[in-house]
């Protein structure tokens, strides 16, 4: 099962509300936890690019070892938390889990995806 922090997607949602209209991307930091992988904290590459139609960083940027195993990234438009053909080959090359939420950002708004861009079952912990 996929866990993610409440404080790391409360972060995440914050930032996706603060970027509106534009897009807004960042990585999540985390660690096996038993049978589950437990998500923690936001990573924010120094440097990212935020528009209407797509959010991009560079991971020359992002410091090596930072224990990144997923990326987060908002949709504006509502009901859309769902991967593009764009999402789809980042999500191919990138972290094994990713997470799109769409707007109004809240965590009903937020979906999770596998490297495949499967959706997957995940859930907030403390």
Known sequence: MLKIKRNALLSALQGAKETHPHEFICLLR????????????????????????????????????TGELASFHSHPSPQSAFP???????????SPFHFIACFPYRESDVNAFDAKGKKIEWKTVG
């Open 30 to 65: 985390g660690e096996k936890d038993g049978e589950d992988w437990l998500l923690t904290e936001v990573i924010i590459a120094p440097f990212s690019n935020y528009d209407k139609s797509s959010s991009s960083y560079s991971m020359w940027y992002v410091p090596a070892n």
């Open 84 to 94: 593009s053909a764009q999402d789809l080959r980042y999500f191919s090359r990138s």
